[in-house]
């Protein structure tokens, strides 16, 4: 791609039909993020299996509810979750907090 030619000019944007399903993980270097596909069988084993031990592993899972309004992903209230479902939008997971 000839970036010169690029300067001065907007770059076309693809619109989003859909938000993508995500899993964003908190950890002390910041956040990482897993996506998965609810039609692919071997994404959504994956991200089951990560959320499982996650959850294993002293994390908190809150599912968010993700919706479009106007082609914009908007980001509603979410709740606790303990259970890996592939149709939610997108999880947050959490390490255990320790206070002191």
Sequence with gaps: ?????????????????????????????????????????????????????????GYQAFRMNVVMENGVVVEQKGDRATTFDPTVGKYLMTPQLVGG
Excluded: C, Y
């Design 1 to 57: 791609m000839n970036m010169r030619a690029l300067v001065g000019k907007a770059l076309p944007i693809t619109p989003v039909t859909e938000p993508a399903h995500q899993m964003v993980i908190m950890d002390r270097t910041g956040h990482s993020t897993m996506t998965w596909n609810p039609e692919d069988a071997g994404s959504v084993r994956d991200a089951r299996n990560e959320f499982a031990r996650l959850l294993r592993d």
